[in-house]
Nanobody, 125 residues
């Protein structure tokens, strides 16, 4: 089992920056990749970014590419999502997820095994 706890959400204005954190506990050695997803009211959960836990390779959705940076601190078992130039359409609950199956970075929610409880990000215009 892997437990994930997100933090760092809040209310910001358009154009501001925010850094989300997600700390893993439990069987962290089984983690192959970590991802960030988000879900806005009335919408499906969507992929935001992911990082390979050992190699550090990253992948971003088109909606955040150039505005977001995913990184990890293996010693702290923590993954970060730095979001810049935030827009009202970035408003959502942001979730981190852990993939323990390997075989590269995943972008589908069904491919991640463990999920955090989510942290709300609200961007006002």
């Amino acid at each position: 089992q892997v437990q994930l706890v997100e933090s760092g959400g809040g209310l910001v204005q358009a154009g501001d920056s925010l850094r989300l954190s997600c700390t893993a506990a439990g069987r962290t050695l089984t983690i192959d990749a970590m991802g960030w997803f988000r879900q806005a009211p009335g919408k499906e959960r969507e992929f935001v970014a992911a990082i390979n836990w050992s190699r550090g390779s990253t992948y971003y959705s088109a909606s955040v590419k150039g505005r977001a940076t995913i990184s990890r601190d293996n010693a702290k078992n923590t993954v970060y999502l730095q979001m810049n130039s935030l827009k009202p359409e970035d408003t959502a609950v942001y979730y981190c997820a852990a993939d323990v199956t390997g075989w590269g970075i995943k972008v589908e929610t069904s491919e991640y095994t463990y999920w955090g409880q989510g942290t709300q990000v609200t961007v006002s215009s």
